[in-house]
């Protein structure tokens, strides 16, 4: 693996997958009887308000009894465009201040104070790093699950794993993924009973929307969505897209980007049901019918995309995407070779794919 200082662009906009594991990948964060502290409703509240402070976007999340999934997008432009004030603000609702180990809500003079440092960009590029987003869940959720339980030592198994997604086709296999951990590992019957998950989010903020409507309008939109013969037949199409507060809409809304630009939450819903039917059966069978068209747009491979994600378990490497993606990536870090966990290609070899880019700073193999 990669030095994360050189996975991680932090000079651009990125997507990248991270995950963290308890340690001795103890379950710890399940749920039990005899725990105080709810630990994932915990996190989920702590993705909530992170979410308001940081220029980071969570495009999906999944909270297993022993590991944490997130997908995480930095916006560094975002951060840049903040004034002194606004990243003072920031900064002081994650760290308030305290006197005499007392904290206390921060002040307009805090703020105006902090404003005024001479490192304020220092503060400001924290806001949208990844470690400094994971290092504000893990660490207070290690101190109070220590406090209650009496006991001292780590938590979590160390810092977390990070892989960069570089395209779309990576981005939808990575979110199928991530979206489908519970039904895999069967803490779910299906993705929106994922009690711990991006995806029963959104499903309940479809449900919202829908519920919010006028009947007329429920009706027209179900007319509409019957009337499809292609495979996004049943698939709604509201006007403003559906979408959790804390979570990156599946479509490009008015104020906020979108995961992707040409899929609605309704057709990505429909494409995780699918993989999901796929996956809990186990079998290399038939592809569903109403999934190629999806994946041919995105030109993909449907019985190796199937193939790749089935397994996503046995995912190595310090990138996901396509050749031509993993080539740029390559170029970028100046690297002779950049591994990528996915090979989707549709002539390329059934197996993890290794591209190979000379470069300057390279040296020749002999």
């Keep these: 693996m990669r030095p994360r200082c050189q996975q991680v662009d932090y000079t651009r906009q990125g997507t990248y997958h991270c995950t963290s594991r308890c340690v001795r990948r103890a379950s710890l964060l399940a749920d039990a009887s005899d725990?105080?502290?709810?630990?994932?409703?915990?996190?989920?509240?702590?993705?909530?308000?992170?979410?308001?402070?940081?220029?980071?976007?969570?495009?999906?999340?999944?909270?297993m009894d022993n590991h944490l999934h997130l997908i995480l997008t930095i916006r560094p432009e975002v951060a840049n465009e903040w004034s002194k004030e606004e990243v003072a603000r920031r900064w002081l609702i994650l760290f308030e201040p305290s006197r005499r180990g007392q904290r206390?809500?921060?002040?307009?003079?805090?703020?105006?104070?902090?404003?005024?440092?001479?490192?304020?960009?220092?503060?400001?590029?924290r806001?949208?790093?990844?470690?400094?987003?994971?290092?504000?869940?893990?660490?207070?959720?290690?101190?109070?699950?220590?406090?209650?339980?009496?006991?001292?030592?780590?938590?979590?198994?160390?810092?977390?794993?990070?892989?960069?997604?570089?395209?779309?086709?990576?981005?939808?296999?990575?979110?199928?993924y991530v979206d489908l951990n519970p039904v895999r590992s069967g803490?779910?019957?299906?993705?929106?009973?994922?009690?711990?998950?991006?995806i029963r989010?959104?499903?309940?903020?479809?449900?919202?929307?829908?519920?919010?409507?006028?009947?007329?309008?429920?009706?027209?939109?179900?007319?509409?969505?019957?009337?499809?013969?292609?495979?996004?037949?049943?698939?709604?199409?509201?006007?403003?897209?559906?979408?959790?507060?804390?979570?990156?809409?599946?479509?490009?809304?008015?104020a906020r980007r979108g995961v992707f630009t040409d899929i609605t939450l309704d057709e990505y819903l429909v494409l995780v049901d699918q993989i999901?039917?796929?996956?809990?059966?186990?079998?290399?069978?038939h592809i569903p019918e109403g999934l190629a068209p999806i994946l041919e747009r995105l030109e993909i491979d449907p019985e190796r995309f199937m193939a790749q994600v089935a397994r996503t378990d046995k995912w190595f490497g310090s990138v996901i995407g396509l050749d031509p993606a993993v080539r740029s990536e390559a170029k970028r870090c100046c690297r002779t070779r950049v591994v990528s966990a996915m090979n989707l290609g549709r002539d390329a070899p059934r197996r993890p794919c290794e591209t190979s880019v000379r470069t300057r700073s390279a040296s020749p193999r002999p």
């Design 104 to 125: 206390r809500a921060p002040t307009a003079a805090d703020v105006e104070a902090l404003a005024k440092k001479s490192d304020i960009d220092k503060y400001r590029r």
């Design 127 to 176: 806001l949208y790093d990844l470690g400094e987003f994971h290092k504000a869940i893990k660490e207070p959720l290690a101190i109070l699950v220590n406090r209650e339980e009496g006991v001292t030592g780590h938590f979590w198994e160390g810092r977390f794993k990070t892989r960069r997604v570089l395209d779309r086709a990576a981005m939808l296999a990575t979110m199928a």
């Design 187 to 198: 803490a779910a019957r299906t993705p929106e009973e994922s009690r711990y998950a991006g």
């Design 201 to 254: 989010h959104r499903a309940q903020a479809r449900t919202q929307t829908l519920a919010r409507l006028s009947r007329r309008e429920r009706t027209r939109l179900r007319s509409e969505a019957s009337r499809r013969t292609d495979w996004r037949r049943g698939c709604l199409k509201f006007a403003t897209e559906p979408v959790p507060s804390f979570l990156t809409p599946i479509a490009q809304t008015t």
């Design 35 to 63: 725990v105080l502290l709810a630990r994932r409703p915990w996190i989920e509240a702590k993705l909530k308000s992170l979410a308001k402070v940081f220029a980071i976007d969570i495009d999906t999340f999944s909270a």
């Design 276 to 285: 999901g039917r796929r996956i809990r059966a186990g079998k290399r069978g």
